[in-house]
C-alpha cells in the first residue's frame, strides 16, 4: 500500500521545456520502499523535459515491468509510467518532502520523515 505521495519540485528545467519534475512522482510505500516515476509525455505533455536525463544511473527501457494492480489497469496512458529508480528506505514514511536543485545545503533532495525519531535525506544522482 501506498503510504505518501509527492510530486517533487526540484527545479529541473531546461532553457526552452517544460520542467522535467513535471513527468516526476515519488511514491513511498508500508513496506519502506521509495521509488521515483515518469509519468511519460501523456500526463506531462511532449514538450515536457525527459527526467531520465537528470538522474545518473537511471534506467530508461521502457520494457521495465510495473506490477499493475487495479488502480493501474484502469488507466488509460499508454505507455504506463516506469519506475526511474527506486531507494530502499527500510522504515515506513509518513512524509515526503522535496529541496530545489538550487538549494545551497541539500540540492535536489528527498526529506523522509518515518515511523522512526529521524527525519532522513536522500541526496539524488541529479546532473
Same mark, same amino acid.
Given at each position: 500500500?501506498?503510504?505518501?505521495?509527492?510530486?517533487?519540485?526540484?527545479?529541473?528545467?531546461?532553457?526552452?521545456?517544460?520542467?522535467?519534475? #513535471?513527468?516526476?512522482?515519488?511514491?513511498?510505500?508500508?513496506?519502506? +520502499?521509495?521509488?521515483?516515476?515518469?509519468?511519460?509525455?501523456?500526463?506531462?505533455?511532449?514538450?515536457?523535459?525527459?527526467?531520465?536525463?537528470?538522474?545518473?544511473?537511471?534506467?530508461?527501457?521502457?520494457?521495465?515491468?510495473?506490477?499493475?494492480?487495479?488502480?493501474?489497469?484502469?488507466?488509460?496512458?499508454?505507455?504506463?509510467?516506469?519506475?526511474?529508480?527506486?531507494?530502499?528506505?527500510? #522504515?515506513?514514511?509518513?512524509?515526503?518532502? +522535496?529541496?530545489?536543485?538550487?538549494?545551497?545545503?541539500?540540492?535536489? +533532495?528527498?526529506?523522509?520523515? #518515518?515511523?522512526?525519531?529521524?527525519?532522513?535525506?536522500?541526496?539524488?544522482?541529479?546532473?
Amino acid at each position: 500500500a501506498v503510504a505518501s505521495v509527492l510530486f517533487p519540485k526540484f527545479g529541473l528545467a531546461s532553457s526552452s521545456h517544460i520542467a522535467a519534475e #513535471d513527468r516526476l512522482l515519488v511514491s513511498a510505500g508500508n513496506d519502506g +520502499s521509495i521509488l521515483l516515476w515518469d509519468l511519460g509525455v501523456e500526463c506531462a505533455g511532449d514538450k515536457a523535459t525527459d527526467p531520465s536525463h537528470f538522474f545518473h544511473g537511471c534506467s530508461t527501457d521502457r520494457g521495465e515491468n510495473i506490477e499493475t494492480g487495479e488502480g493501474m489497469a484502469t488507466l488509460s496512458i499508454t505507455p504506463q509510467p516506469k519506475i526511474l529508480f527506486g531507494i530502499p528506505h527500510g #522504515d515506513k514514511p509518513n512524509w515526503l518532502v +522535496s529541496s530545489n536543485a538550487a538549494e545551497p545545503i541539500f540540492p535536489c +533532495s528527498l526529506f523522509v520523515a #518515518d515511523t522512526s525519531s529521524d527525519i532522513t535525506v536522500y541526496s539524488l544522482p541529479n546532473r
